[in-house]
Nanobody
Framework: QVQLVESGGGSVQAGGSLRLSCAAS????????MAWFRQVPGKEREGVAA????????SFVNSVKDRFTISQDNAKNTMYLQMNSLKPEDTAMYYC????????????????????WGQGTQVTVSS
């Protein structure tokens, strides 16, 4: 079993920053790939960033490249999403997700490849 708990969401003005945290516990094998997704009501969940817990390689959706960074502290079992230069279109519920090893790399996986999810943390960016 894997438990994921997000924190760090909130309300900021455009141009501001937030750092989301995802505290993980449970089967380390099942947490090979960690990712952040976001969802706006009425829209599909979107993958934002992913990180490989082994080699720490990362990937990002184009809309957040150069603004967001993803990192992982394995000693603390915590993943982070540093969000800078926030825009109103970044407003969403942000979810942490974990996936075990699969044939696909961590950066070629979709929502269906992640069996473990947190409860989400809301990010609201005002203009």
């Amino acid at each position: 079993q894997v438990q994921l708990v997000e924190s760090g969401g909130g309300s900021v003005q455009a141009g501001g920053s937030l750092r989301l945290s995802c505290a993980a516990s449970g089967d380390i094998y099942a947490r090979k790939c960690m990712a952040w997704f976001r969802q706006v009501p009425g829209k599909e969940r979107e993958g934002v960033a992913a990180i490989d817990s082994g080699d720490f390689s990362s990937s990002f959706v184009n809309s957040v490249k150069d603004r967001f960074t993803i990192s992982q502290d394995n000693a603390k079992n915590t993943m982070y999403l540093q969000m800078n230069s926030l825009k109103p279109e970044d407003t969403a519920m942000y979810y942490c997700a974990a996936s075990p090893p699969l044939p696909e790399t961590c950066h070629d996986r979709g929502e269906a490849d992640f069996p473990h999810w947190g409860q989400g943390t809301q990010v609201t960016v005002s203009s």
